[in-house]
């Protein structure tokens, strides 16, 4: 005998997003980011501001700026018979949350509009407000509550009536994502995606590298990206990744990617 229930409300936003997700075609790369420089910068900022910097902010504030230096990758896909493009000219990112709705353990997405243009403070201003209320509390999290609401069928139509609309897009699914599970012992996974770009990070620990022919301990992250291939080649998405470690490893040496 089992037992057997109706999908429950609280996981309805995560059913409708990944009946979505299957419209991309996704292909994987991933790279090792020496966290050093950032570690050091986290603890100044700690000791001379006592402000806390969480590292997911740090690979947001770095995308942002990367994306700028490449458009094509700031995009979204709509598709149809006729398939569309949207070029974005904000850079807005979403990342997820690890969260409880009636007592159901969900992930939840929170959106940071125009981080290319907020400092480090800012955007961890905004993840804060997130991380700091309830479900209920947020107002931007009113449109998932009415989904939750509605029945599954009715749900997913209107799911997928607001997010095939280019023009809103961005500002339901930002123009890229970053997610963690750096709270555990993971050392690197694949995302699935609902924009052109999505990084995933495990967490940042203690390696040997060869740095200069010797032998050190460094704090690594394995920072994964998955992205469409239907919106940017393979050459694109990897020039975007080296991108992303080189700023991560020299970037904020002396606060100088705070910006």
Not at 9 to 17: C, D, G, L, M, S
Request: glycine share 4%; net charge positive; charged share 20%.
């Amino acid at each position: 005998m089992i037992n057997t229930m109706r999908f429950p409300k609280a996981r309805r936003h995560t059913y409708y997003f990944l009946r979505y997700a299957k419209e991309f075609s996704p292909v994987y790369l991933s790279t090792d980011i020496d966290f050093t420089q950032v570690k050091v910068e986290r603890q100044r900022q700690l000791q001379e501001l006592d402000v806390k910097i969480s590292y997911i902010t740090f690979v947001i504030h770095t995308v942002s700026r990367v994306l700028k230096h490449y458009p094509e990758a700031n995009t979204a896909i709509r598709h149809s018979l006729l398939p569309k493009m949207a070029w974005y000219k904000k850079v807005n990112a979403k990342f997820t949350l690890d969260s409880m709705i009636d007592k159901t353990r969900v992930v939840l997405s929170g959106l940071i509009p125009n981080t290319d243009e907020l400092s480090l403070h800012q955007i961890q201003e905004k993840i804060n407000y997130y991380r700091e209320h309830s479900f209920r509390e947020i107002n931007e999290f009113t449109p998932v509550q009415k989904l939750q609401s509605l029945p599954l069928g009715i749900g997913q139509w209107m799911y997928n009536k607001a997010i095939k609309n280019l023009s809103k897009r961005e500002q339901l699914q930002g123009t890229f994502t970053v997610t963690s599970l750096g709270h555990q012992p993971i050392q690197s996974f694949f995302p699935i995606i609902s924009s052109t770009t999505c990084f995933g990070m495990g967490a940042i620990q203690n390696r040997p590298v060869v740095v200069k022919d010797e032998v050190e301990i460094c704090p690594m992250l394995t920072l994964s990206l998955v992205f469409d291939h239907r919106a940017i080649d393979g050459a694109m998405a990897a020039d975007i990744l080296t991108d992303v470690k080189t700023n991560l490893e020299t970037g904020y040496q002396k606060g100088g990617a705070l910006a």
